[in-house]
Structure formats: structure tokens, C-alpha cells
């Protein structure tokens, strides 16, 4: 007969606290039911251990219904700690405070020229993020975890930015050590694109699915995966190059230097130029957007052009990958049908049809926000169960 010691039962009890929390905590708000399917553990198991959760104020619970059924819904307690995103673009700084039950508390955007002085960028970052701190009633020791967005590619294990070509302002700054530095909090930093993505899985137009590429036209054009729930980087971070697959070997010669690079057909610096001469040189993509979905007839040309060329590399992706949804950001995204329609029409051409059949191609949900959501996000997918379990756990004691 095998005796169990006290030491052993009580570290199983433990690592079945942490598989709840941990499922919780990524899924934002789960049934009972959805949390014994996710964790493999019991009814009866997740139903003691839930109550448990909500006596020591970890998680709160509040009834809800699951298939016309009665049901409660298991989330995090909103007051147990809050986390930070913060998101640099080329010429804004966005700052969002959110809690532990997937609850945005305060949010705001400013605009900067990120590529001009770094100190200056971080210097706003601090302020913005205090200030919003303040004003969400919160104090700062509750703060658990910052996420931090760069728009250029960046090493998630250093911190350190992978080319300085793409903020010539940021030479020699490490960006996850200098935010940390100035915050004293854990920060956690991505690049825009899987940051996208992120955002865009928890919070948007990817909420349910598993699989999604999220696809960012700006003056660049980058995407963000995300495989069996989880963003894929690949070794050397850099997965999700898209924007230079080849689809002419002949035509453009693009910044990367090879030629006919998607990019040259559907980035920003490379199309508005066919309408700089009808239009004006002061083009943006968000204004030729606007202006397409007026009816100015150039501007809808070129949006589905530039339409039916990312669905040359959707389909690609399609093919390699099987993503079963893909999601259009950036300005890009606003043009809504009049990118879609052609890009889709693309994808049912150049994507085998099993694999074409199953994906859904959508605009984001959250337009400007998504990065700087997917920041929160990133920093809650960070949060250490046992962190969380161990500032829960003495207030019970205290107060029982
Ligand atoms: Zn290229």
C-alpha cells in the first residue's frame, strides 16, 4: 500500500490552485464546466478548488448562462492586481491600465515622433503611465506586470532591438530594461505585429479561434501568428515576415534589397506613391481610405490591388500554416470591403481549396488599439500563477 505524505498531497493541491488560475487567467472569464474540460481535472475537484479560490478573494464568481443552462462564471478577482500595456508607434504613444478579470480601467493615446530621441519617448511613457495609474483609483504597488510594444523587431529574451534601422533614436537602448528601470515593475516586450495579434485573439476579432495570422499594413507590412493559442517567434524572432515573400521576381526593388517583394505592392511607402501624382503629396494611408470609401475611383483601385496582393501571401500562409482565421490591421483595415472582397477573391484563386475553405479573413476589431491591448495582454499571459495564488492567499488568512 502506497502512503501519501502531507507533502505530496498538499503540492498536488497546489499544482491544481495554479491549473485553475492559469486557465482562468488566460481565458479572461470560464464556466466551471470549461475549466474542468481545459484543465482535465474533475467536477467535483474544480468545484472545491473554485470555492476555495473565491474564499481567499483570488477569483470572483458570478452566475451566467452556458447553453440556455444556469452556470457561474469563474474570472479573476478584479482587485487583485492590475497589469500595464504600453504601446510605441512611429508617431504615437498609447498607454492602457487593465485588471486581472480582462476589465480595460483607463486608456490613452498621445502623438510623438518615436524615431527622434528615445529619452524623450520614455520620458512620456513614465508620465502617461502615472497619470493613468492615478486616475484609475489604483495604487502602484498593485501594478503586477508591464507589457511593452515596439513597432520594429525586437529580441523578446533580451530586450534588445534587432535592427536600429528602424528607430535610428533608439541606438544602444535596450527597451524592456530602460522601461523597467524607470517603472521598477517586470516588463515584458513584443514587436507591433505580434502584439496585434495578441490583442486582437483576446480581446477582438480572433476571440475563439486557436490559429490566426494578424496582418499589419503600415509603412511596412508585418504579421503576427499565433499557433494552437500561443504567438510563434521563431528562433531568432523574427517569424512572420510576410511583407517579403516574392511575388515578382522582376518587379520592384524593395528595402530589403531583393526585388518584388510583397511589400513593394502593398506597403504604404511603396503604393501611395502611385497616387501622389493624382492626389497630392501629402497622401496618407488612412486618407486613402477615407477618400476610397467616398468613392474616389484611384483610391479604390489602388486598396484593391493592394487587396489582392496580401491575399497572394495570405494564401501562402494558408497553405503552409492553415490558419482558420486571418485578421486585416492597421489603417489598411478600415477600407473594410473594398480590401476584403479582393483579398479573399485571391486567397479562393492561389490557396489549395481544404485549406482556403476554412479560413475566414476579417478586419480587426480593435483598429488603433489592438497593439497596445495586446501589450496588456503580453504582460498578463505573464503573470506567475504562484504570484498570484501567494498575494491572494495571507489576506484570507488575515481576515478568516
Ligand atoms: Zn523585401
Redesign the pocket.
Known amino acids: 500500500m502506497v502512503v501519501e505524505t502531507p507533502g505530496s498531497q498538499s503540492s498536488l493541491h497546489r499544482a491544481n490552485l495554479e491549473r485553475v488560475v492559469r486557465a482562468v487567467r488566460l481565458a479572461g472569464s470560464l464556466t466551471q464546466a470549461e475549466i474542468a474540460r481545459t484543465t482535465g481535472l474533475s467536477a467535483a475537484t474544480v468545484s472545491n478548488i473554485v470555492r476555495e479560490l473565491r474564499d481567499n478573494g483570488t477569483v470572483q464568481v458570478t452566475p451566467t448562462s452556458s447553453g440556455g443552462r444556469r452556470a457561474r462564471a469563474v474570472a479573476l478577482s478584479g482587485d487583485a492586481g492590475v497589469v500595464v500595456g504600453v504601446d510605441f508607434g512611429h508617431s504615437h504613444l498609447r498607454v492602457a491600465v487593465g485588471n486581472l478579470a480582462h476589465q480595460v480601467l483607463a486608456e490613452q493615446s498621445e502623438p510623438i515622433d518615436v524615431d527622434a530621441s528615445a529619452s524623450e519617448g520614455f520620458d512620456r511613457a513614465e508620465q502617461l503611465v502615472a497619470r493613468l495609474i492615478e486616475s484609475s483609483g489604483i495604487g502602484a504597488d498593485k501594478v503586477i506586470g508591464v507589457g511593452l510594444g515596439v513597432p520594429g523587431p525586437i529580441d523578446v529574451e533580451t530586450g534588445a532591438l534587432g535592427s536600429t534601422a528602424i528607430l535610428p533614436g533608439w541606438g544602444g537602448i535596450n527597451p524592456r530594461q530602460e522601461l523597467a528601470e524607470r517603472l521598477r515593475m517586470p516588463v515584458q516586450v513584443d514587436n507591433d505585429a505580434n502584439l496585434g495579434a495578441l490583442g486582437e485573439l483576446v480581446w477582438g476579432g480572433g476571440r475563439g479561434v486557436k490559429d490566426l495570422a494578424y496582418i499589419k499594413v503600415a509603412s511596412g507590412v508585418g504579421a503576427g501568428l499565433v499557433i494552437d493559442g500561443r504567438i510563434y517567434r521563431g528562433p531568432g524572432g523574427t517569424a512572420g515576415e510576410i ?2 515573400i516574392t511575388l515578382d521576381e522582376s518587379g520592384p526593388v ?5 526585388r518584388g ?1 510583397l ?2 505592392f502593398t506597403a504604404a511607402r511603396y503604393v501611395l506613391d502611385l497616387l501622389r501624382g493624382s492626389h497630392g503629396p501629402d497622401l496618407t494611408l488612412a486618407r486613402m481610405v477615407q477618400l476610397g470609401r467616398e468613392g474616389d475611383p484611384g483610391c479604390r483601385r489602388v486598396i484593391a490591388d493592394v487587396g489582392r496582393h496580401i491575399g497572394m501571401g495570405v494564401a501562402s500562409l494558408a497553405n503552409l500554416l492553415n490558419p482558420s482565421r486571418v485578421v486585416l490591421g492597421g489603417d489598411l483595415a478600415e477600407a473594410g470591403e473594398l480590401v476584403l472582397a479582393p483579398l479573399r477573391e485571391s486567397v479562393a484563386r492561389y490557396a489549395i481549396p481544404s485549406a482556403a475553405r476554412r479560413l475566414s479573413v476579417v478586419s480587426g476589431g480593435l483598429g488603433a488599439r489592438a497593439e497596445v491591448l495586446g501589450a496588456l495582454a503580453l504582460a498578463l499571459s505573464e503573470v506567475g500563477d504562484s504570484t498570484l495564488l501567494d498575494a491572494n492567499v495571507p489576506a484570507a488568512v488575515a481576515v478568516s
Open positions: 511583407g517579403h524593395c528595402r530589403c534589397g531583393n517583394c511589400e513593394t
